[in-house]
């Protein structure tokens, strides 16, 4: 379980560093954003800058915008996912204030594209693990459960905001480069991480009871066992049938692997559900 826990810090603070580096070494020297609460600190930043005159750090705008974020995930969320999106922040803002900004191209769509894609491995990386970078994604997971929508709807909301006010603020190629960067950032996600917000899961086993105690000692899913014989061999076992969240899929994975390694399971998109799904 340490090794587990460990990994999937390791890979957070990876995720944030990578995030940083897409900010100080493409975006910011272009004046292109990056989605989310990353990208709201630093137009807040570049309004202090070139409008009152007062230089104000991404990387502490970047905390101080996620404190009341932090609460709301922790009471609302789930405590678990708050802590890992704490990390990361933590940790992107550090990497933030300390990395120097540097310009490696005068080419803005270079920067777009290039920021979007480091971004984007940065981002999926943290949430293939099952954990995220803060901010929108709590968010966007608070609202989606509190009206039954899929997380796409907000996470485009959102970004439109800032796509807005980085094209009337200064140039309109602005919001349109920043498009470009969110457009690679999302697809380089879709790649690493599944896009989608529900999954089915079919696990066909040996070790059914265990399983199915294993899994509800970490998450509270419904999961029907129906009886399987392996046409093969001939063997009775059991398939293991329950939905699950993209976020709940590292905990499952780590789950499967930990009480039977020798399982067979199926992930697949889940597109709509009728009947109760637990959204809490």
């Not at 990395?99 to 979007?116: R, Y």
Request: cysteine-free; proline content about 2%.
């Amino acid at each position: 379980m340490f090794l587990i826990e460990a990994k999937r810090i390791i890979v957070v603070i990876l995720g944030s560093l990578l995030n940083a580096l897409s900010l100080n070494l493409f975006l910011e020297s272009a004046n292109v954003y990056a989605s989310g609460f990353t990208g709201t600190a630093q137009l807040i930043s570049s309004v202090f800058t070139d409008f009152v005159g007062i230089s104000l750090s991404t990387g502490i705008l970047l905390f101080l915008l996620n404190i009341p974020v932090f609460i709301l995930g922790w009471f609302k969320v789930g405590k678990g996912f708050t802590i890992y999106s704490i990390i990361s922040v933590i940790f992107s803002s550090i990497f933030l204030q300390f990395l120097p900004i540097i310009q490696l191209s005068e080419d803005i769509i270079l920067n777009a594209v290039f920021g979007g894609l480091v971004a984007g491995v940065g981002v999926g990386m943290t949430l293939k693990v099952g954990a995220s970078t803060g901010g929108m994604d709590i968010v966007a997971m608070y609202l989606s459960r509190l009206n039954d929508k899929p997380l796409g709807v907000y996470f485009i909301s959102l970004n439109a905001i800032i796509i807005a006010l980085a094209g009337i603020l200064y140039e309109p190629e602005n919001a349109l480069y920043t498009m470009v960067a969110l457009y690679v950032t999302t697809r380089v996600i879709d790649a690493i991480h599944t896009r989608f917000n529900k999954l089915t899961a079919m696990i066909v086993t040996r070790k059914a009871k265990e399983l199915q105690q294993a899994i509800h000692g970490t998450m509270v899913r419904g999961i029907t066992i129906l009886p399987a014989v392996g046409a093969y061999t001939n063997e009775n076992k059991h398939m293991l049938y329950l939905v699950i969240t993209r976020y709940e899929l590292y905990d499952l994975e780590r789950i499967i692997k930990e009480v039977d390694p020798d399982a067979f399971t199926n992930i697949v998109q889940t597109t709509g559900i009728f009947g109760f799904f637990r959204k809490e």
